[in-house]
């Protein structure tokens, strides 16, 4: 009997060149977090009134910043949650705790370059274990497990 979806069974799983192009942009990201990095925030003329609409530029920066760090935080929430459920089963975790320990403080001192390269640097480190150990879940299923977990 075949399957009358056949597309559902693969819906869940990324298709390859769905995980390439998401590799390339986060690439592409990198040096849009170094230019936002090196250059400096520029304050909205404080004489201004305040019904004066922000210019282009300086709102584009403020969302940018907020945007990344929201998934800079996020991604360290999910790192953070994995670790504590599977670090102690798995030794070759160990040294992700380290990485995120590192992201989290380039975090907290809005390195937002330096903290997502160290997460990224966690994940590649997470699949290298889940390589060995495929049992091992994937950090998204941690973090969903989480969410629902959460809610009930």
């Given at each position: 009997?075949?399957?009358?979806?056949?597309?559902?069974?693969?819906?869940?799983?990324?298709?390859?060149?769905?995980?390439?192009?998401?590799?390339?942009?986060?690439?592409?990201?990198?040096?849009?977090?170094?230019?936002?990095?090196?250059?400096?925030?520029?304050?909205?003329?404080?004489?201004?009134?305040?019904?004066?609409?922000?210019?282009?530029?300086?709102?584009?920066?403020?969302?940018?910043?907020?945007?990344?760090?929201d998934?800079?935080a996020?991604?360290?929430?999910?790192?953070?949650?994995?670790?504590?459920?599977?670090?102690?089963?798995?030794?070759?975790?160990?040294?992700?705790?380290?990485?995120?320990?590192?992201?989290?403080?380039?975090?907290?001192?809005?390195?937002?370059?330096?903290?997502?390269?160290?997460?990224?640097?966690?994940?590649?480190?997470?699949?290298?274990?889940?390589?060995?150990?495929?049992?091992?879940?994937?950090?998204?299923?941690?973090?969903?497990?989480?969410?629902?977990?959460?809610?009930?």
């Amino acid at each position: 009997m075949s399957d009358p979806n056949p597309s559902a069974a693969t819906a869940s799983q990324p298709r390859p060149t769905d995980i390439q192009q998401l590799v390339v942009l986060l690439g592409n990201l990198m040096p849009l977090l170094m230019r936002m990095q090196s250059q400096g925030f520029e304050q909205p003329d404080q004489t201004v009134p305040r019904d004066f609409p922000i210019p282009g530029p300086v709102l584009d920066r403020q969302a940018s910043e907020n945007m990344i760090g929201d998934m800079i935080a996020e991604s360290l929430r999910s790192l953070s949650t994995y670790l504590e459920a599977n670090a102690v089963q798995h030794a070759g975790l160990e040294n992700s705790v380290a990485i995120v320990t590192q992201a989290a403080h380039a975090f907290a001192g809005r390195d937002y370059a330096q903290a997502f390269n160290l997460i990224w640097v966690a994940y590649r480190a997470i699949e290298a274990v889940r390589a060995a150990d495929p049992r091992l879940p994937f950090v998204r299923q941690a973090a969903t497990d989480r969410t629902q977990s959460s809610i009930h």
